[in-house]
């Protein structure tokens, strides 16, 4: 099943603002990743946060992790035409689970030029 | 560097016929393997993994098997299909072993259309 779960499920924007999507989770992570897909193509790694991080950035993404709540946010800072795309996250529990990923059901970004 | 590669890229099938994608990884050894499935484009659902030759765990019961005949072959299969195995069907690897905060890398995928 599903532990990851985005809200919202689409985001409309228009270019220059910030996107701003929320991910939540079930069990105990060792970290949480957000992915980025382009229509039909296959998935790309953006970020990764582990488990005893608050905030991470890279570039205009600025990603937190709240493991009390057991959420996520990913924050893109200015946003372009080209960040139109569906972003994912997922968690990893670490352990011997040796990489297996538990994805959400993802936010579906649109950036209006 | 690491590339990851699947073929076919479409493939229409009808009921009841087999089924044989491949994916294959260079430039590195002894990946961690996953096959995922996703469907209307939605989230990824893990089908498979295998941590090595002839290893493969099975997430979800299912009409499909996987196999991996040679260290970055992983192949997903099917002696029947449904309607039902429709979808979008994502390989990826990530470095061996038990994992500490590594990425997956994901293949292009193959858009599976059952009739």
């Known amino acids: 099943s599903q532990q990851g779960e985005e809200d919202p499920q689409a985001l409309s924007i228009q270019e220059g603002e910030n996107a701003t999507m929320n991910c939540s989770y079930k069990t105990s992570i060792n970290n949480l990743q957000w992915y980025r897909q382009n229509s039909g193509r296959g998935l790309v790694h953006l970020i990764l946060?582990?488990?005893?991080?608050r905030e991470k950035h890279s570039g205009r993404l600025r990603v937190t992790l709240d493991t009390s709540k057991k959420s996520s946010s990913l924050l893109i800072t200015a946003s372009r035409a080209a960040d139109t795309a569906s972003y994912f996250c997922?968690?990893?529990?670490?352990?011997?689970?040796?990489?297996?990923?538990?994805f959400g059901q993802g936010t579906i970004l649109t950036v209006h030029p | 560097s690491q590339t990851i590669h699947q073929w076919p890229a479409t493939l229409v099938q009808p009921v009841g016929s087999p089924l044989s994608l491949e994916c294959t990884v260079e430039?590195?050894?002894?990946?961690?393997l996953y096959w995922y499935r996703q469907a209307a484009g939605r989230g990824l659902q893990l089908l498979f993994y295998s941590v090595g030759i002839g290893q493969i765990s099975s997430e979800v019961p299912q009409n499909l098997s996987a196999s991996r005949p040679q260290d970055r072959q992983f192949i997903l299969s099917s002696k029947k299909l449904l309607l039902s195995d429709s979808g979008f069907y994502l390989c990826?690897?990530?470095?061996?072993?038990?994992?500490?905060?590594?990425?997956?890398?994901f293949g292009p995928g193959t858009r599976l259309t059952v009739l």
């Open positions: 990826a690897w990530t470095f061996p072993g038990p994992q500490r905060n590594n990425e997956q890398f």
């Open positions: 997922a968690t990893d529990a670490g352990g011997t689970s040796y990489g297996k990923l538990t």
């Open positions: 430039g590195t050894s002894n990946p961690n």
């Open positions: 946060i582990r488990s005893n991080e």
